[in-house]
């Protein structure tokens, strides 16, 4: 089924916004519950794989829920996606991913409009969310050549562990990280520090990109002579 362009766009703001308001909201309820960063950080984990799995199940069918401007290169480049419509996915989901931050803000009841100040920058942290976005690309590349069907339950599982994994907790989304530098909660970003972020995010998808090409592509052996 063909959804136009106008639905995909909508498609895409939603679950971005659902998708922030899960990450920045199960972050307030976590830091609210437990002063155990660890826990914490299950708190905010678990939600984020599970709700991704429902998002990419229910939406995926409508726009193809990349939820991420670093998907959408990704399938741009691939000629998946048009380059017209790519601009516009990349719009809807930075607005959609402010939204939810806000949202997320107006349901525990703080201030609206807040600008982060946790720090997160260093080469670690870098490294980090290139480490990051090369698996989510590569995860759903990979997903898609081989089992399509279990896509949602391959990305919610692999965000899920690399919250863990990695030094920076997986932002691998450049909509996700601006949307968070709004927030001064458990789950922010300082806004001096999401430039770094998102370059090594982009980054990190084009590689998962390049080897996935080379990887999974079908070899065509030589007729028997």
């Known amino acids: 089924?063909?959804?136009?362009?106008?639905?995909?766009?909508?498609?895409?703001?939603?679950?971005?916004?659902?998708?922030?308001?899960?990450v920045v909201g199960s972050g307030i309820m976590a830091d609210r519950l437990t002063d155990d960063v660890a826990l914490a950080l299950l708190g905010n984990t678990v939600p984020t794989g599970a709700i991704l799995v429902v998002l990419i199940t229910t939406i995926g069918p409508i726009s193809g829920?990349?939820?991420?401007?670093?998907?959408?290169?990704?399938?741009?480049?691939?000629?998946?996606?048009?380059?017209?419509?790519?601009?516009?996915?990349?719009?809807?989901?930075?607005?959609?991913?402010?939204?939810?931050?806000?949202?997320?803000?107006?349901?525990?009841?703080?201030?609206?409009?807040?600008?982060?100040?946790?720090?997160?920058?260093?080469?670690?942290?870098?490294?980090?969310?290139?480490?990051?976005?090369?698996?989510?690309?590569?995860?759903?590349?990979?997903?898609?050549?081989?089992?399509?069907?279990?896509?949602?339950?391959?990305?919610?599982?692999?965000i899920t562990s690399a919250y863990w994994f990695t030094a920076s907790t997986s932002f691998a989304n450049p909509a996700v990280a601006i949307a968070r530098a709004f927030s001064n909660t458990f789950a922010g970003i300082r806004p001096l520090d999401v430039p770094a972020f998102i370059i090594a995010e982009l980054v990190g998808a084009l590689l998962a990109m390049a080897l996935a090409g080379w990887l999974l592509a079908e070899t065509k052996m030589r007729a028997a002579e």
Not at 7 to 12: D, F, H, T
Not at 79 to 86: D, M, N, P, Q
């Open 65 to 158: 829920a990349h939820f991420n401007p670093a998907v959408t290169l990704v399938f741009a480049l691939r000629r998946e996606t048009e380059a017209s419509a790519a601009l516009a996915y990349v719009v809807a989901q930075i607005v959609g991913g402010i939204a939810g931050t806000f949202l997320a803000h107006a349901m525990f009841e703080l201030p609206i409009l807040q600008i982060s100040e946790n720090v997160r920058t260093g080469n670690g942290q870098w490294i980090a969310e290139l480490v990051a976005a090369f698996g989510l690309v590569f995860t759903i590349l990979a997903g898609l050549r081989f089992r399509g069907d279990a896509i949602p339950w391959l990305v919610g599982l692999y």
């Open 1 to 22: 089924m063909k959804f136009d362009l106008s639905r995909r766009l909508v498609a895409e703001a939603l679950g971005t916004a659902i998708l922030v308001a899960a």
